[in-house]
């Protein structure tokens, strides 16, 4: 069964350094979203793709927050530089479509930051 | 804040019984509505969704009602099993193209 692969799954840092994450989407997905989701909280939106387009990223802390989808396919997200505040799970998802047409979301397992 | 939110933070349940999870939203003008399953340690899973022009759907051991008249939705799982234990979310689309998720609810099943 198709996955989204994200990694690392775990990652500790210190604060000011740079940080960066991996999503590869399932196979033909055109949608890709990065979501943080805080311990004990829901998912929160960073920023969405549609191909290699950005369709939403009102919520990305853009000082310190980058994402890229370069080829349309994988995708990365970059925090630079590292606050204790960023301390949370990284989530990648895709879908088909955008979430209008299908609500049925992917996701990877998340990767693990830990800011020390 | 968030639109979308869950009545009750933690639900115990004893295994073989139903459960409802509750969840109300704000935004009147809401149309499609998401259930998401999050086990410990994965990302969340898709369990059923249901647009504003029904009241109820049903899945295989889930049913989710739709109240639009006080913004409510519930997700009742018949017959809870063990592999129910998890987080479970509601989630709204807003803006036609995004999905905002409530804070969610801890299922626990005992034996």
């Known amino acids: 069964e198709a996955e989204v692969a994200q990694s690392p799954r775990y990652k500790i840092t210190e604060k000011s350094q740079a940080v960066a994450f991996w999503c590869d989407p399932i196979?033909?997905?055109?949608?890709l979203y990065w979501y943080r989701q805080i311990l004990g909280q829901g998912p929160e939106l960073l920023v969405q793709?549609?191909?290699?387009?950005?369709?939403?990223d009102s919520q990305l802390p853009k000082d310190r927050f980058s994402a890229e989808r370069l080829k349309g396919v994988d995708s990365t997200l970059k925090i630079q530089p590292a606050e204790l505040g960023d301390s949370a799970m990284y989530l990648c998802?895709?879908?088909?479509?955008?979430?209008?047409?299908?609500?049925?979301?992917?996701f990877g397992e998340g990767s693990r930051l830990t800011v020390l | 804040g968030e639109s979308v939110g869950l009545h009750l933070p933690t639900l115990s349940v004893q295994e073989g019984d139903n459960s409802i999870i509750n969840c109300a939203y704000s935004?009147?003008?809401?149309?499609?509505f998401i259930w998401y399953k999050q086990e410990s340690g994965k990302g969340p899973q898709f369990i059923i969704d249901?647009?504003?022009?029904?009241d109820k759907r049903q899945g295989q051991r889930v049913t989710v009602l739709l109240n639009k008249t006080v913004k409510h939705l519930s997700l009742q799982i018949a017959a809870t099993q063990p592999g129910d234990s998890a987080v479970y979310f509601c989630?709204?689309?807003?803006?036609?193209?995004?999905?905002?998720f409530g804070a969610g609810t801890t299922v626990t099943v005992r034996a």
């Open positions: 998802a895709s879908s088909l479509g955008l979430a209008g047409s299908t609500g049925e979301l992917f």
């Open positions: 196979s033909g997905h055109a949608t």
């Open positions: 793709f549609q191909d290699e387009s950005v369709v939403d």
């Open positions: 935004n009147s003008a809401s149309d499609y």
């Open positions: 249901i647009r504003s022009n029904m």
């Open positions: 989630a709204e689309l807003e803006d036609d193209y995004k999905l905002s």
